[in-house]
T-cell receptor
Protein backbone atom coordinates (compact mmCIF):
# COMPACT_ATOMS: atom_id res chain seq x y z
CA UNK A 1 0.00 0.00 0.00
CA UNK A 2 0.98 3.65 -0.23
CA UNK A 3 3.35 5.00 2.35
CA UNK A 4 3.66 8.48 3.77
CA UNK A 5 4.09 11.06 1.06
CA UNK A 6 5.34 14.62 1.33
CA UNK A 7 5.36 17.52 -1.08
CA UNK A 8 7.23 19.29 -2.37
CA UNK A 9 10.36 17.20 -2.08
CA UNK A 10 12.54 20.28 -2.46
CA UNK A 11 11.74 23.90 -1.73
CA UNK A 12 13.94 26.93 -2.17
CA UNK A 13 12.69 30.12 -0.53
CA UNK A 14 14.06 33.59 -0.23
CA UNK A 15 14.46 34.85 3.29
CA UNK A 16 11.20 36.36 4.47
CA UNK A 17 8.94 34.24 2.27
CA UNK A 18 6.23 32.01 3.65
CA UNK A 19 6.26 28.28 2.82
CA UNK A 20 3.78 25.43 3.21
CA UNK A 21 4.84 21.81 3.41
CA UNK A 22 2.33 19.01 2.93
CA UNK A 23 2.16 15.55 4.44
CA UNK A 24 -0.16 12.72 3.37
CA UNK A 25 -0.03 10.03 6.05
CA UNK A 26 -0.85 6.39 5.58
CA UNK A 27 -4.62 6.07 5.27
CA UNK A 28 -6.30 5.49 8.60
CA UNK A 29 -3.31 6.38 10.73
CA UNK A 30 -4.37 8.24 13.84
CA UNK A 31 -1.09 9.84 14.86
CA UNK A 32 0.99 12.26 12.83
CA UNK A 33 4.33 13.74 13.79
CA UNK A 34 6.52 16.44 12.26
CA UNK A 35 10.29 16.43 12.76
CA UNK A 36 13.07 18.77 11.66
CA UNK A 37 16.40 17.28 10.58
CA UNK A 38 19.33 19.64 10.29
CA UNK A 39 22.29 18.61 8.16
CA UNK A 40 24.30 15.87 9.84
CA UNK A 41 21.91 15.59 12.78
CA UNK A 42 19.14 13.30 13.88
CA UNK A 43 15.51 14.33 13.49
CA UNK A 44 14.10 16.56 16.21
CA UNK A 45 10.44 16.67 17.19
CA UNK A 46 8.31 19.63 16.18
CA UNK A 47 4.67 18.76 16.77
CA UNK A 48 2.17 15.91 17.13
CA UNK A 49 -1.44 15.35 16.08
CA UNK A 50 -3.90 12.73 17.17
CA UNK A 51 -6.56 12.85 14.47
CA UNK A 52 -7.29 16.56 14.03
CA UNK A 53 -6.17 17.58 17.52
CA UNK A 54 -2.72 19.07 17.96
CA UNK A 55 -1.74 17.55 21.28
CA UNK A 56 1.86 18.67 21.49
CA UNK A 57 3.57 21.59 19.81
CA UNK A 58 6.39 21.96 22.29
CA UNK A 59 9.06 21.42 19.62
CA UNK A 60 8.05 24.28 17.33
CA UNK A 61 11.06 26.62 17.43
CA UNK A 62 9.15 29.88 17.15
CA UNK A 63 5.72 31.35 16.54
CA UNK A 64 6.62 31.54 12.84
CA UNK A 65 5.93 27.79 12.69
CA UNK A 66 2.36 26.62 12.47
CA UNK A 67 0.88 23.20 11.72
CA UNK A 68 -2.63 21.96 11.09
CA UNK A 69 -4.48 18.77 10.29
CA UNK A 70 -8.07 19.97 9.92
CA UNK A 71 -9.75 16.74 8.83
CA UNK A 72 -7.51 14.31 10.65
CA UNK A 73 -5.63 13.14 7.57
CA UNK A 74 -3.48 15.51 5.48
CA UNK A 75 -1.31 17.89 7.48
CA UNK A 76 0.39 21.13 6.52
CA UNK A 77 3.40 22.69 8.21
CA UNK A 78 3.63 26.40 7.51
CA UNK A 79 6.65 28.55 8.14
CA UNK A 80 6.18 32.29 7.99
CA UNK A 81 8.92 34.81 7.22
CA UNK A 82 11.51 32.09 6.65
CA UNK A 83 15.02 32.56 8.02
CA UNK A 84 18.25 30.88 6.98
CA UNK A 85 18.27 28.81 10.16
CA UNK A 86 15.02 27.20 8.99
CA UNK A 87 16.96 25.37 6.27
CA UNK A 88 16.58 21.66 7.03
CA UNK A 89 14.76 18.53 5.98
CA UNK A 90 11.23 18.40 7.37
CA UNK A 91 10.03 14.89 8.02
CA UNK A 92 6.50 13.69 8.55
CA UNK A 93 5.69 10.38 10.22
CA UNK A 94 2.43 8.59 10.95
CA UNK A 95 1.51 5.70 13.19
CA UNK A 96 -1.64 3.63 13.30
CA UNK A 97 -2.80 4.25 16.84
CA UNK A 98 -2.65 6.90 19.47
CA UNK A 99 1.06 6.91 20.02
CA UNK A 100 1.71 4.11 22.47
CA UNK A 101 5.28 3.28 23.36
CA UNK A 102 5.44 0.28 21.05
CA UNK A 103 3.97 2.06 18.04
CA UNK A 104 6.07 2.13 14.90
CA UNK A 105 6.27 5.47 13.13
CA UNK A 106 6.42 5.38 9.33
CA UNK A 107 8.32 8.23 7.75
CA UNK A 108 7.86 10.10 4.53
CA UNK A 109 10.79 11.04 2.27
CA UNK A 110 10.95 14.54 3.67
CA UNK A 111 10.95 18.04 2.22
CA UNK A 112 14.34 19.67 1.92
CA UNK A 113 13.91 23.40 2.57
CA UNK A 114 16.68 25.77 1.60
CA UNK A 115 16.33 29.42 2.61
CA UNK A 116 18.57 31.81 0.71
CA UNK B 1 15.34 14.01 30.21
CA UNK B 2 15.39 11.46 27.44
CA UNK B 3 18.43 11.22 25.19
CA UNK B 4 20.25 8.87 22.85
CA UNK B 5 23.99 8.75 22.27
CA UNK B 6 25.42 6.80 19.39
CA UNK B 7 28.93 6.40 18.12
CA UNK B 8 30.08 9.05 15.73
CA UNK B 9 30.93 8.19 12.20
CA UNK B 10 31.73 7.89 9.55
CA UNK B 11 32.41 4.18 9.76
CA UNK B 12 34.12 2.62 6.75
CA UNK B 13 34.25 -1.17 6.42
CA UNK B 14 35.21 -3.66 3.78
CA UNK B 15 32.53 -5.96 2.45
CA UNK B 16 31.90 -9.00 4.71
CA UNK B 17 33.36 -7.26 7.76
CA UNK B 18 31.59 -7.33 11.15
CA UNK B 19 29.64 -4.23 12.10
CA UNK B 20 28.89 -2.77 15.50
CA UNK B 21 27.32 0.64 16.00
CA UNK B 22 27.06 1.55 19.67
CA UNK B 23 23.95 3.17 21.11
CA UNK B 24 23.22 4.09 24.72
CA UNK B 25 20.23 5.89 26.10
CA UNK B 26 18.95 7.86 29.07
CA UNK B 27 15.27 7.63 29.86
CA UNK B 28 12.77 7.43 32.65
CA UNK B 29 11.41 3.93 32.94
CA UNK B 30 11.77 1.46 30.11
CA UNK B 31 11.30 2.97 26.70
CA UNK B 32 10.91 1.18 23.40
CA UNK B 33 14.08 1.23 21.30
CA UNK B 34 14.45 1.47 17.55
CA UNK B 35 17.03 1.49 14.80
CA UNK B 36 16.11 3.42 11.68
CA UNK B 37 18.12 3.47 8.44
CA UNK B 38 18.31 6.25 5.87
CA UNK B 39 19.61 5.18 2.47
CA UNK B 40 20.96 7.89 0.15
CA UNK B 41 18.12 10.01 -1.22
CA UNK B 42 15.45 8.16 0.74
CA UNK B 43 13.43 8.64 3.90
CA UNK B 44 13.87 6.97 7.25
CA UNK B 45 12.95 3.30 7.34
CA UNK B 46 12.45 1.21 10.43
CA UNK B 47 15.18 -1.43 10.59
CA UNK B 48 14.30 -3.15 13.86
CA UNK B 49 12.86 -2.51 17.29
CA UNK B 50 12.66 -3.93 20.80
CA UNK B 51 9.99 -3.01 23.29
CA UNK B 52 11.21 -4.54 26.55
CA UNK B 53 14.36 -5.56 28.33
CA UNK B 54 16.29 -8.52 26.86
CA UNK B 55 14.24 -8.40 23.64
CA UNK B 56 16.27 -8.87 20.49
CA UNK B 57 15.18 -7.08 17.35
CA UNK B 58 16.39 -8.46 14.03
CA UNK B 59 15.94 -7.74 10.35
CA UNK B 60 18.00 -8.15 7.16
CA UNK B 61 20.85 -9.73 9.10
CA UNK B 62 21.01 -6.87 11.60
CA UNK B 63 20.43 -7.48 15.30
CA UNK B 64 20.20 -5.41 18.46
CA UNK B 65 19.46 -6.50 22.03
CA UNK B 66 17.75 -4.27 24.59
CA UNK B 67 20.14 -4.23 27.57
CA UNK B 68 18.52 -2.62 30.59
CA UNK B 69 21.55 -3.01 32.86
CA UNK B 70 23.82 -1.11 30.49
CA UNK B 71 21.07 1.07 28.94
CA UNK B 72 22.30 0.04 25.51
CA UNK B 73 20.93 -1.11 22.16
CA UNK B 74 23.98 -1.75 19.99
CA UNK B 75 23.43 -2.61 16.34
CA UNK B 76 25.37 -5.56 14.89
CA UNK B 77 25.68 -7.38 11.61
CA UNK B 78 27.99 -10.28 10.98
CA UNK B 79 28.82 -9.58 7.34
CA UNK B 80 28.09 -6.21 5.77
CA UNK B 81 27.42 -5.61 2.09
CA UNK B 82 27.95 -2.57 -0.10
CA UNK B 83 24.17 -2.13 -0.14
CA UNK B 84 24.23 -1.54 3.64
CA UNK B 85 25.89 1.83 3.09
CA UNK B 86 23.54 4.32 4.74
CA UNK B 87 23.04 6.46 7.84
CA UNK B 88 21.80 4.56 10.89
CA UNK B 89 19.80 6.24 13.66
CA UNK B 90 19.15 4.86 17.11
CA UNK B 91 15.94 6.16 18.72
CA UNK B 92 13.82 5.71 21.81
CA UNK B 93 10.14 6.21 22.51
CA UNK B 94 9.28 6.84 26.16
CA UNK B 95 6.81 4.50 27.79
CA UNK B 96 4.36 7.16 28.82
CA UNK B 97 1.74 8.76 26.68
CA UNK B 98 1.81 10.17 23.20
CA UNK B 99 5.43 11.10 22.97
CA UNK B 100 7.65 11.48 19.95
CA UNK B 101 10.77 9.56 19.06
CA UNK B 102 14.06 10.84 20.43
CA UNK B 103 16.90 10.22 17.98
CA UNK B 104 20.64 10.00 18.17
CA UNK B 105 22.71 12.03 15.73
CA UNK B 106 23.16 9.16 13.30
CA UNK B 107 26.14 7.11 12.17
CA UNK B 108 27.15 7.06 8.53
CA UNK B 109 28.33 3.66 7.31
CA UNK B 110 30.24 3.19 4.09
CA UNK B 111 30.97 -0.32 2.89
CA UNK B 112 33.57 -0.73 0.18
CA UNK B 113 33.96 -3.71 -2.11
Amino acid sequence: GAGVSQSPRYKVAKRGQDVALRCDPISGHVSLFWYQQALGQGPEFLTYFQNEAQLDKSGLPSDRFFAERPEGSVSTLKIQRTQQEDSAVYLCASSPSSGGATDTQYFGPGTRLTVL
Amino acid sequence: GNSVTQMEGPVTLSEEAFLTINCTYTATGYPSLFWYVQYPGEGLQLLLKATKADDKGSNKGFEATYRKETTSFHLEKGSVQVSDSAVYFCALKPISGNTPLVFGKGTRLSVIA
